[in-house]
């Protein structure tokens, strides 16, 4: 069983930073960051496979950055220069397959609030 648990989560003005954390039962072959907003789809933020390869949506390019501590079992999200778009809940996923299967470990996510 794989467990999720994201942390991190919070207020902050735009302009800010955060960054979340996700502990995970272990490190799988594809991690991933998807956020969903009020009233909107979920969307995929970043990913990250167990060689480091990374992707991102084009909206946060440049100020987001996905990281993972293979040791600690840790995934991180760094988030730079947040704006009020970036309001939503955060998810950690993970999958044993290629990133682009699907992921099928969820985390309960985490609340990330940006105010304009």
């Known amino acids: 069983q794989v467990q999720l648990v994201e942390s991190g989560g919070g207020s902050v003005q735009a302009g800010g930073s955060l960054r979340l954390s996700c502990a995970a039962t272990?490190?799988?072959?594809?991690m991933a960051w998807f956020r969903q907003a009020p009233g909107k789809e979920r969307e995929e933020v970043a990913t990250i496979t167990y060689d480091g390869t990374t992707t991102y949506a084009d909206s946060v390019k440049g100020r987001f950055t996905i990281s993972k501590d293979n040791v600690a079992s840790i995934l991180y999200l760094q988030m730079n220069s947040l704006k009020s778009d970036d309001s939503g809940t955060y998810y950690c996923a993970a999958t044993w397959s290629r990133c682009s299967t699907g992921f099928n470990h969820w985390g309960q996510g985490t609340l990330v609030t940006i105010s304009s």
């Open positions: 272990y490190i799988l072959y594809c």
